[in-house]
């Protein structure tokens, strides 16, 4: 096969996009955000998709620029901020671990429900699958392309359908069917909850070497999968609503989008949601699973990390930390909460998309206004979802907090620690 | 496929499905149940206008559960009055074909303000919404309570509720036939369990503190496929040592 036959279409470029975005997220969050903004749950997809597609070209802009694959790290690393990359790099690797909990912990509670299972159930799933695809990851299967094309390709037709379903159905006392009536702002303080939704365009950054015509395609493609995930979400959080009735998608949150295709499709509607689901998790946590055990081999290459992560086996696959990572998404996804798993996860990519814009702001000279807008919103999201946290769960905060403190400082001093051994290894 | 063919057959899926739903149910109405749990009160007197100007008022007993009562969907003001003081004056929506179960828990206060709430009540509102659950000092709360459910072959669904101004999180032991069967942990004041599934038939309940072997209070509880078993814990009139359970039953 060719290079050029081998690299990713625009079309392929847009469905991973897209797919990556709503793989899992729009499973978990629905409920989340219905409990905080109710009526306005719509316009808390639609703030946060500002700061979505803001970041999207902020990447975009970096990686043309640049000219290579990468991500936030590689961005930082040339602008010389090797402390701050280091810094971010870590977290955004706790990051990526928790988008996967949060992937097998959706994937567990729908597979479950539509088995009429218990909680033992659940957690077997939501662990079985992460050694699952650990096991496949460490046989070499890597990323399937062509199977997550048409796993998104899919998944995006039932949550669309659904969602235009709900809309043919207009009843707006569905909005606040059960609970209080919430204000507008309150949009605000639900989208920061549930930010992590729009994390996964921004795994195609590094896939930019294997883009075709990058230069002209890779912005145009991006943006308009983020513009189409956006109204998606914005679609489905209505006509789900609708269709389900605000107190329904909260109580059964983790489960919500099939609690809504009962409602509309019967048992029928279950078995489809399930599948999707199912499916679209799975997609979502082989993906997520291979770039972030390929980062970290890349970070531990440039000694960011510890060489022990660095290891290959007999396929050239970083099997160290694919299973250090995969197993610590599994042990959360078994013994974490839905919203405090999503939460922590927002926070890291506000962050994350935070610097990105900074960076991309520093380094234009026209259009500045875009990172400018992703900053200001960020940062008022950000200060909403610290706030959130802090007040509803003060002791995951303080923990929060320790783990940021832990890897600002002390990762500088287990860094010298390992090198200073490898050098007296060496010596 | 090209990508025109590809929108196509996204066009066409889309309708595909869409299509396939259930037929909608125009103005079914909401039913809503109200709970009079709110301590030292003998009676309360509740009253929910909607938007339309449809007005209801109920005057309940303390420990009393009223029957289902059909409203037409959209949003309703609630007042609350109990001992000659307005207490509590909140919206509620009720979406169409919904069932829900409005409680009425806490100590009213002499002199206090409509809707009084602690500092940290107000703020768990504000960003948590719908799920924020406090305790809010004891003061009177107002509690709107989803009664779907879904039915399980075989299986019965309970929710327990604890409105036991005070008291610590309790939990709730199931025995059927002599085996324990199943528990329900820590369940603090104003906060529910989750709808848990359990064998249908017939169960003696037995309710602690967390984490004491001693009884606090026995009962039954009858479990069937088809009924969703509401169980609330109150603590029994003039007397806040003594609890007692009231029940609510809701139909498939």
């Known amino acids: ?427 | 496929m090209t990508p025109d063919r590809g929108c196509c057959a996204l066009l066409i899926s889309v309708l595909l499905f869409a299509g396939c739903g259930k037929p909608n149910t125009p103005n079914a109405p909401a039913e809503l149940r109200v709970g009079q749990f709110l301590f030292a009160s003998a009676s309360a007197r509740v009253s929910l206008v909607g938007e339309d100007g449809d007005s209801s008022v109920l005057s309940l007993s303390y420990a009393e559960l009223t029957d289902y009562r059909a409203f037409s969907p959209g949003s309703y003001t609630v007042d609350v009055h109990a001992g000659g003081q307005h207490l509590l004056h909140k919206t509620i929506g009720l979406g169409t074909g919904g069932r829900y179960s409005l409680l009425l828990a806490g100590i009213p206060q002499e002199g206090q303000e409509v809707n009084q709430a602690t500092f940290g009540t107000r703020l768990h509102r504000i960003f948590e919404g719908a799920a924020a659950r406090t305790d809010n000092d004891f003061l009177p709360t107002l509690l709107l309570q989803n009664d779907y459910f879904v039915p399980v072959p075989g299986e019965g669904n309970l929710r327990v509720t604890q409105l036991v101004p005070g008291l610590i999180p309790v939990d709730v032991e199931l025995d059927r036939e002599g085996d324990q069967q199943a528990s329900l942990k820590g369940i603090a004041y104003a906060h529910t369990s989750d709808r848990d599934q359990f064998t249908a038939g017939t169960y003696a309940a037995s309710l602690h503190l967390a984490g004491s072997p001693q009884d606090r209070l026995k009962f039954q509880l009858e479990l069937d496929t088809s009924t969703f078993t509401n169980v609330y814990i109150l603590p029994a009139a003039g007397d806040s040592r003594r609890l007692r359970v009231v029940t609510g039953r809701t139909s498939q």
Not at chain 1, 127 to 153: D, M, Q, R, W
Not at chain 1, 234 to 257: M, N, P, R, S
Request: hydrophobic fraction near 55%.
């Open chain 1, 1 to 427: 096969m060719s290079d050029s036959a081998s690299k990713l279409s625009p079309v392929s470029v847009w469905a991973l996009a897209a797919g990556g975005m709503v793989g899992g997220g729009i499973y978990t969050v629905l409920g989340v955000v219905v409990a905080v903004s109710a009526q306005w749950a719509w316009l808390s997809f639609a703030f946060t998709g500002i700061i979505a597609l803001s970041s999207a070209y902020s990447y975009v802009y970096l990686s043309n620029t640049f000219h290579e694959g990468g991500g936030a790290f590689d961005f930082l690393e040339k602008f010389n901020d090797e402390r701050l990359g280091g810094s971010l790099a870590w977290m955004l690797i706790l990051g990526y671990v928790l988008t996967i909990s949060v992937y097998a912990y959706a994937f567990g509670h729908y597979v479950s429900f539509a088995f009429h299972g218990g909680g033992w159930l659940t957690r077997g799933l939501a662990a079985g699958i992460v050694a699952a695809l650990i096991g496949l990851n460490l046989a070499g299967v890597g990323k399937l392309t062509k199977v997550e094309i048409a796993i998104v390709s899919v998944n995006l037709l039932v949550l669309l359908g659904l969602g235009v379903y709900g809309l043919t159905q207009w009843d707006a006392t569905q909005l606040t069917a059960g609970v209080e009536p919430r204000p507008a702002w309150s949009g605000l303080i639900g989208g920061a909850a549930i930010f992590m939704a729009y994390e996964g365009f921004q795994l195609l950054s590094y896939e930019y070497d294997r883009i075709k015509e990058a230069r002209k395609y890779f912005m145009p493609t991006l943006m308009s999968a983020v513009l189409f995930v956006v109204l998606l979400y914005i679609v489905v959080a209505l006509g789900a609503t609708v269709l389900g009735g605000a107190a329904t998608l909260i109580d059964f949150k983790e489960i919500a989008l099939s609690i809504t295709a009962r409602e509309a499709f019967g048992e029928t509607g279950v078995i489809v949601m399930t599948v999707a689901a199912g499916f679209a998790t799975a997609a979502a946590i082989n993906s997520t699973l291979f770039s972030t055990a390929n980062l970290t081999k890349q970070i531990a290459g440039q000694g960011e990390l510890p060489a022990w992560f660095n290891h290959t086996n007999g396929a050239n696959v970083p099997d160290r930390s694919i299973i250090a990572l995969g197993s610590l998404a599994g042990v959360l996804a078994v013994t974490g909460s839905l919203s405090a798993l999503v939460e922590a996860a927002s926070l890291v990519f506000l962050a994350t998309f935070g610097i990105v814009n900074w960076l991309c702001w520093r380094k234009s000279d026209r259009r500045r206004w875009i990172p400018a807008l992703g900053i200001g919103c960020g940062v008022v999201t950000g200060l909403a979802l610290l706030l959130r946290v802090a007040i509803g769960k003060p002791v995951a905060f303080g923990g929060l907090v320790l783990v940021v403190v832990l890897i600002i400082l002390g990762r500088p001093f287990l860094l010298n620690k390992t090198k200073n051994q490898d050098r007296e290894n060496d010596a």
